[in-house]
């Protein structure tokens, strides 16, 4: 039993990863009409960050924390700036290609420097240690992973669902050119929005620099899984993210625990199987 | 929405005739490559990448549907066929059926599953799925995993062709790849190519004319899937080895790359991209991950400076159709 546990917690956590690249996915889906490749290269950018800032500046987890979605949010903000606005009114699969290049372009300057091994992350000395839980022994570090991202992820989605500033945003999703004509600048809001997104991805960097190491390609595969994440959940609703990437992270946990082979793909084999059933995905409308 | 194409001309007799025109030259000077001495396994290869290209082509191009996942059927064709011929001990013209056998059961389970979905979830399916494969294939006992299929036999093709001999091989390869070519010519002109490009420009007058366009984009994919697998089949024989490099995301996005830089919807493009790319690789091997950096940057420099690509730009400068 204590196996199992333990593979639920570590689904629990790649869930909370899940969660919070494709909420991020779907917020820039929502104005940019973009799927952004590059988010797994942005989300290693985060742990890189975190890493640079300790080990260059001194500066600690905590502050890595709230520093590094900044700093890789600008990044992102000035990538939106200087080459995704130029595709609006394009086909879609152009923001895919672009994107795909820029994450060709970063994870390839990152394994330049620091090749495909992992650099190490230690835990921050608040969060060491774990406690009995008496069914299991939970990891501090780990605990706080899950109930973080959480929070994060409930906070988006309150951002967005129910403040005056998401309002506009829904707002200006449906129909920019409207909202622009009530003096709303809308093409702010869309860097802002991919600023949003692309710190989402960075803080869920950061929150796995400890947990799995800093490596250059951590964000390549795991951007693959949460296409299929998004496939299933479909990109409509906030909260569906959030709960459909929770749900597959669990599953991919038991999945360890009970048929260990199939833990890489069963994410994908639940993908084939919401599409047989339900082509729209989850909680996705009609297209 | 703008389309792929801003101009695609209609299927004149002088366009027709740009094209033959293109073709014979394209033909003539692969065939006189041998007497060159161009290095000829860097052609070959390039060959067959560029009918990968081509294939892929055939669904972004005039299908309009963007596959970020056509290693798959690249690299399951590789494994069949290498399957086929070393432990098998088939003859090479049954072992390149294997593959395109493999490829084509694939390309119509996963086409029944991916073109459920429209547009950029397409790609992110059939992405998804290709995933899934390289999962399989890196678990499954007859790749060897890590280690791929290696030291293919070549063996003779019909029981004449002696495929060790770097000349035979090389004009087999050709033969094979401007056979592929001239089926995917046939497909784009034939009346079924023209109701693909009817759904690319505008997919629900297509509907309202009373097309099924679900079925032509099927279709669609299961031609560019088993084509694709020809190329798989093919390079078996080049490289002589199968592996999981064939199947991984990196591939597919070197073949929307190729496709790209060549210019997307036109035919001859793709030939010209897979050839680029390959040369860039080869002499830019010495970089390291350096070449990654540079495709990602010509794949940016392109969507934002060059959508057309080289033949698309030369295209539309000389107002032809290539």
């Known amino acids: 039993m204590q196996a199992l546990y333990a593979q639920l917690l570590v689904g629990l956590i790649n869930g909370s990863f899940y969660a919070l690249l494709s909420l991020g996915l779907a917020v820039i889906f929502g104005m940019l009409n973009i799927i952004n490749f590059a988010h797994g290269a942005l989300y290693m950018m985060g742990a890189f960050v975190a890493y640079f800032l300790l080990n260059l500046g001194g500066i600690n987890y905590w502050w890595a924390l709230l520093l590094a979605p900044i700093i890789v949010g600008i990044f992102g903000m000035i990538l939106e700036r200087t080459m995704l606005q130029w595709l609006t009114g394009l086909d879609h699969l152009y923001g895919l290609l672009l994107t795909f290049g820029i994450a060709l372009i970063v994870q390839g300057v990152f394994q330049n420097y620091f090749g495909s091994s992992g650099l ?10 774990g406690m009995n839980l008496g069914f299991m022994f939970l990891p501090i570090y780990r605990g706080w992973v899950v109930v973080f991202s959480l ?11 129910k403040t005056r500033l998401g309002a506009y945003l829904r707002a200006a999703t449906e129909n920019p050119t409207l909202v622009r004509a009530f003096g709303v600048n809308v093409p702010r809001m869309i860097t802002l929005t991919y600023g949003l997104g692309v710190g989402l991805a960075a803080l869920a ?9 800093v490596r250059p390609l951590m964000g390549a595969d795991l951007i ?31 999945t360890k625990y009970f048929y260990p082979e199939a833990s890489n793909t069963v994410v994908f084999v639940l993908m084939v199987l919401v599409l047989l059933v339900k082509p729209t995905g989850l909680t996705g409308r009609a297209a | 929405m703008t389309t792929l194409t801003d101009d695609t001309l209609p299927a004149t007799p002088r366009a027709m005739r740009d094209e033959m025109i293109a073709f014979a030259l394209m033909a003539l000077l692969l065939a006189s490559v041998p007497f060159t001495g161009v290095y000829p396994f860097f052609v070959m290869q390039a060959l067959c990448f560029a009918l990968l290209a081509c294939a892929f082509n055939l669904l972004i191009g005039y299908g309009g549907l963007l596959s970020f996942g056509h290693a798959m059927f690249l690299g399951t064709a590789g494994y069949c066929s290498a399957h086929a011929l070393k432990v098998w001990a088939l003859p090479p013209e049954l072992g390149i059926l294997v593959g395109i056998a493999a490829a084509f059961v694939l390309s119509l389970i996963t086409g029944y599953i991916s073109i459920r979905r429209q547009g950029i979830y397409f790609s992110m399916i059939t992405l998804a799925l290709s995933q899934l494969l390289y999962f399989i294939y890196l678990q499954a006992p007859f790749t060897h995993g890590e280690d791929g299929i290696q ?36 497909i784009i002109n034939s009346p079924f190519g023209e109701v693909l490009k009817a759904i690319r420009e505008n ?10 366009t679900d079925q032509y984009k099927f279709l669609a994919f299961v031609l560019s899937g ?23 995301w990196s591939m597919s996005g070197e073949v929307v790359l190729m496709t790209l830089v060549g210019g997307l919807g036109t035919i001859f493009g793709p030939v010209v991209g897979a050839f680029v790319i390959i040369a860039m690789q080869q002499y830019l091997a010495g970089f390291g991950q350096w070449v990654t950096v540079i495709q990602g940057s010509i794949f940016v420099i392109c969507v934002l400076t060059f959508r057309r690509g080289v033949i698309g730009e030369i295209a539309h400068y000389f107002r032809r159709s290539l």
Request: proline share 5%; hydrophobic share 55%; charged share 10%.
């Open chain 1, 120 to 129: 190490p992350y230690a835990i921050p000395d608040e969060l060491k240690g």
């Open chain 2, 151 to 186: 030291g293919i036999p070549q063996g003779h093709m019909f029981g004449l062709f002696d495929l060790s001999k770097p000349t035979v091989l090389y004009y087999v390869v050709l033969a094979g790849f401007l056979a592929g070519f001239l089926l995917i010519f046939r």
């Open chain 1, 224 to 254: 693959i899984v949460v296409f299929a994440v998004v496939v299933i959940g479909g990109m409509g609703s906030i909260m569906g993210s959030i709960i459909t990437g929770f749900a597959l992270g669990v599953i991919e946990g038991l």
């Open chain 1, 205 to 213: 960097g950061v929150l796995s620099a400890p947990i799995n190491q």
């Open chain 1, 151 to 161: 929070v994060v992820c409930l906070a988006t989605w309150f951002l967005i669902e």
């Open chain 2, 226 to 248: 088993t084509l694709a697998g020809f190329a798989g089949a093919l390079k078996v024989f080049v490289a002589q080895n199968a592996s999981l490099t064939d199947v991984h």
């Open chain 2, 203 to 212: 997919e629900p007058r297509a509907i309202s004319l009373g097309y099924r």
